[in-house]
């Protein structure tokens, strides 16, 4: 085995242990809803795993009360907190703080709505604690918003990039690549869009357990072609990515799901969300390629060295997902 193939697997083994928490790196949502004269009903959910919740809470202005009790309650990888509020004056030109957010990598994702549907959103990142309620936001406000967001979370989401990745490897023609990646998102941008507008409704524990399989089948059709075996992934890749990737546009509406979506501009937010997803992609394929071609030397005991390397870390969260399912 060559110092390259020695290095990718040092790499891979080295980051296997933080893998695991794919897509637990979710942003905080805070939705205030005017819902009278100073009156507000507050929505505030906290990225969570198990037990762990984030530390990082709403402060509202002085001139705000709390007019009910805070009910708290859990929904998959989150905690959800409803409470109304009346605040003398108005919020308009107040400072609302997310106490503790500069300790943390957590970013939240603001959004405030008035009475006659004019909405604030706002992504605030853990240098930025605090935002002042203002003006509505422009749609170039809200589109930027979920780009960045798209765009990180796929750069963040391990296992999509771990399934793009062996795709790369299983695939040696430019032209076929090229399809096999336009089905790829065709596919999830099919299943993000059905998913999030309420058309198809699935559990995100079993769809998350199937796309760590969907790795360890492609990653595993990477080796049998390293043992000269072709089978009919290997003929028809763009097959399997379009299958696959409605699977993983479900992995992909369950993040924007549990992140949030302003009422009034649903088709505006999902739309972004979707560009920033693929700018992700693209720019991980191309620094890919890039890479490849650098190196020079990818030869197939390479691959297989990448392959058994990403199957290994995607059987893992296989078993681990799959147990969260059943317990």
């Known amino acids: 085995m060559n110092r390259f193939c020695a290095l990718i697997l040092c790499g891979l083994a080295a980051v296997a242990s933080t893998i695991a928490?794919?897509?637990?790196?979710?942003?905080?949502?805070?939705?205030i809803h005017e819902t009278g004269p100073e009156q507000y009903s507050i929505l505030w959910k906290r990225p969570a795993r198990g037990n762990a919740v984030a530390k990082i809470y709403v402060k509202l202005p002085q001139v705000c009360q709390d007019d009910s009790p805070r009910a708290s309650y859990g929904v998959a990888g989150a905690t959800v907190q409803r409470w109304s509020a009346s605040c003398a004056g108005g919020l308009a030109g107040q400072k609302i703080q997310i106490v503790g957010l500069e300790k943390t990598l957590i970013e939240t994702i603001?959004?405030?709505?008035?009475?006659?549907?004019?909405?604030?959103?706002?992504?605030?990142?853990?240098?930025?604690?605090?935002?002042?309620?203002?003006?509505?936001?422009?749609?170039?406000?809200?589109?930027?918003v979920y780009i960045l967001l798209g765009f990180e979370h796929i750069l963040l989401g391990f296992d999509h990039l771990c399934f793009v990745?062996?795709?790369?490897?299983?695939?040696?023609?430019?032209?076929?690549?090229?399809?096999?990646?336009?089905?790829?998102?065709?596919?999830?941008?099919?299943?993000?869009?059905?998913?999030?507008?309420?058309?198809?409704?699935?559990?995100?524990?079993?769809?998350?357990?199937?796309?760590?399989?969907?790795?360890?089948?492609?990653?595993?059709?990477?080796?049998?072609?390293?043992?000269?075996?072709?089978?009919?992934?290997?003929r028809y890749p763009w097959t399997v990515a379009f299958g696959f990737g409605l699977l993983h546009g479900l992995g992909f509406a369950g993040a924007l799901s549990k992140t949030g979506l302003p009422n009034d501009a649903i088709p505006t937010s999902l739309l972004f969300f979707n560009v920033g997803v693929e700018l992700g992609q693209l720019a991980f394929v191309a620094g890919t390629l890039v890479l490849f071609a650098a190196v020079r030397r990818i030869d197939m005991r390479v691959k297989m060295a990448i392959a058994y390397a990403i199957g290994v870390v995607a059987a893992y969260w296989s078993i681990e997902r799959t147990v969260d399912v059943i317990m």
């Open 165 to 234: 990745l062996a795709l790369l490897l299983l695939i040696a023609d430019v032209r076929r690549l090229i399809w096999s990646i336009t089905a790829f998102t065709v596919a999830h941008s099919l299943t993000l869009t059905a998913a999030t507008l309420g058309y198809v409704t699935t559990p995100s524990g079993p769809v998350e357990a199937l796309i760590a399989f969907s790795i360890v089948l492609v990653a595993a059709e990477v080796v049998s072609i390293g043992r000269g075996e072709v089978s009919i992934t290997a």
């Open 21 to 31: 928490l794919a897509h637990e790196v979710r942003p905080a949502y805070l939705e």
């Open 110 to 144: 603001m959004r405030f709505e008035r009475r006659n549907g004019a909405t604030q959103t706002l992504r605030l990142m853990s240098g930025q604690n605090s935002f002042v309620a203002a003006k509505p936001s422009s749609f170039s406000e809200v589109a930027g």
